[in-house]
């Protein structure tokens, strides 16, 4: 069936490290999302790209979808204590609209 | 952005009864919700999608007599976890979409409710 995996599981960091989390899915994807869940949250929507090979910023925040739209990434530069979260990708679950299909998250912790 | 209320935020009830976790959009119309359900450390898994109107369709995998779903009206979607088992302890969460936001799928989450069955 249709996968979405994420790596890493887990990233700590040192206050001011760069941090990158990628995500691949076993399919093409006709748009990937990435979501923000703060502990003890839910997710928060950050972002979606829909071309390929397309690339968007959100200040310290770069968003990259791959040429095949089968892989996507997130990169923080400089990370903050306040960036501290799970951070997931998502992608259309099949061809029913507003299904997601979430990848596993990546958990990062920001040490001061 | 829009708003999605889940309620309760948390509930822990005892082994064999039901809880009913409702999910409402506070300033939009959705005609569709969707439920998802979280184990701690753990990605979201879609359970059901709720359809207003009409029977809730369950992902593979997803008893439905277990988690019924009610879509009463356009601003209300209900889950009723029933016969719980500590089994079922988990994060439970509703999204919705923005209808008419062509070209933009972003879910609105609600804040979640974490059932612990005892």
């Known amino acids: 069936g249709q996968q979405v995996m994420q790596i890493p599981q887990y990233q700590h960091v040192q206050e001011g490290e760069d941090f990158t989390t990628y995500c691949n899915s076993s399919?093409?994807?006709?748009?990937i999302q990435w979501y923000k869940q703060r502990p003890g949250g839910h997710p928060v929507f950050l972002i979606q790209?829909?071309?390929?090979?397309e690339v968007k910023k959100q200040k310290r925040l770069t968003f990259q979808f791959g040429e095949a739209k089968k892989n996507s990434s997130l990169h923080i530069t400089a990370t903050q204590t306040t960036d501290v979260g799970t951070y997931f990708c998502?992608?259309?679950?099949?061809?029913?609209?507003?299904?997601?299909?979430f990848g596993q998250g990546t958990e990062l912790s920001v040490k001061p | 952005g829009a708003v999605v209320s889940q309620h309760p935020s948390w509930v822990i009830c005892k082994s064999g009864t039901s809880v009913k976790i409702e999910c409402r959009s506070l300033?939009?119309?959705?005609?569709?919700m969707f439920w998802y359900r979280q184990f701690p450390k753990q990605s979201l898994m879609l359970m059901a999608t709720?359809?207003?109107?009409?029977?809730?369709?369950?992902e593979q995998g997803v008893e439905k007599d277990k988690f019924l779903i009610n879509h009463a009206s356009l601003t209300l979607s209900t889950l009723t976890v029933t016969s719980a088992h500590p089994e079922d302890s988990s994060f439970y969460i509703c999204?919705?979409?923005?209808?008419?936001?062509?070209?933009?799928?972003?879910?609105?989450f609600g804040q979640g409710t974490r059932l612990t069955v005892v």
């Open positions: 999204s919705a979409r923005r209808p008419g936001s062509r070209g933009n799928t972003e879910a609105f």
């Open positions: 790209l829909v071309k390929s090979g």
């Open positions: 998502a992608g259309p679950l099949g061809n029913q609209g507003g299904k997601l299909i």
């Open positions: 300033d939009f119309q959705a005609t569709t």
């Open positions: 399919t093409t994807l006709s748009n």
């Open positions: 709720s359809n207003e109107g009409s029977k809730a369709t369950y």
